[in-house]
């Protein structure tokens, strides 16, 4: 069944100078004609990306294959303008470059997204909007054997991120319901926050929020990469190899040096955690009725 169309919309949608979507691996004919098409987008700092968060797109890859009506053709990863503002956030050219390194040389079916990046700060609900405009009306949708179809684009996030959208003044009710009511989302399992109360603070919205538990529990996040590469120990087999080398050829993340136990102490001290999902730890600025925190660090 394709995806339900909303009344609802958010605001007119621009594109950068010479901007085209990435579709090199997309999938553009439907396997199953009974099954609903649908693209993962994850939203986020990844700064920088890590394992972790390609590892989210396999763990949903999964769940949908065993568990749901749904076939994927194509995941992408969005990451956050520079306009975000964030501490320590480097700029959105080399997010944009280590996302599509990562994805180039760890992934067949993964893509980046520059769109969002070369923007000033987009609501979640507008970025998926965007997602849905390009590969349905640009695109043409998907090819079946009835003829076209519409994509339903879903969001992949964190249970940590789902989790602050049931926060007072965090997100506004009409990008809830448009992300959650005409979009929907998979939900992955991040330690610390229970699945379980993320979907019930969301019930109205229940039938479209789909939890997936971690078989394999990970809690590594760009806020304790950043950490490791600050104090100059080894990130090894926590981010890719084309991506540590990234890094260190742009020195991107500076060694501070040898860092004393009162220095250790100080960052304790200092938030430097991570708290919100995948790419979480985007700390939530509680505007009324704007929604300011998505997937990532």
Not at 29 to 34: A, K
Not at 276 to 297: D, H, I, W
Request: glycine share 6%; net charge negative; hydrophobic share 35%.
């Amino acid at each position: 069944m394709a995806a339900q169309i909303f009344a609802h919309k958010t605001t007119a949608l621009t594109n950068p100078p010479n901007y085209a979507l990435t579709s090199h691996r997309l999938c553009r004919t439907l396997h199953t004609s009974t099954k609903q098409p649908i693209v993962l987008v994850a939203c986020g700092s990844f700064n920088p990306i890590t394992y972790h968060h390609l590892r989210m797109f396999e763990i949903a890859k999964d769940f949908i294959q065993q568990n749901t009506n749904f076939e994927i053709l194509g995941g992408y990863l969005s990451p956050v303008s520079d306009e975000y503002k964030k501490a320590g956030l480097v700029s959105a050219h080399h997010r944009v470059n280590m996302c599509a390194l990562a994805t180039e040389q760890e992934s067949s079916w993964l893509m980046v997204d520059s769109w969002e990046a070369l923007q000033t700060y987009q609501r979640t609900a507008a970025v998926l909007d965007h997602f849905d405009y390009e590969i349905n009306t640009v695109l043409g949708g998907v090819s079946t054997r009835d003829g076209e179809r519409d994509v339903q684009i879903m969001l992949l996030a964190g249970s940590d991120l789902i989790g602050t959208m049931s926060e007072p003044g965090v997100w506004s009710h009409d990008d809830l319901d448009h992300v959650l009511g005409h979009h929907g989302t998979f939900v992955i399992e991040r330690t610390g926050a229970a699945l379980d109360q993320v979907v019930d603070s969301l019930a109205r919205w229940r039938n479209n929020i789909y939890p997936i538990a971690q078989q394999v529990q990970n809690d590594v996040s760009s806020t304790k990469v950043r950490l490791f590469f600050r104090r100059g120990l080894s990130v090894q087999y926590l981010l890719p190899a084309a991506v540590i080398d990234y890094i260190e050829q742009n020195n991107l993340y500076p060694d501070d040096g040898p860092c004393t136990e009162k220095d250790r102490g100080k960052e304790s001290e200092s938030g430097e955690v991570d708290t919100t999902s995948s790419e979480s730890g985007r700390n939530v600025q509680s505007t009324l009725g704007t929604e300011t925190t998505r997937l990532s660090n």
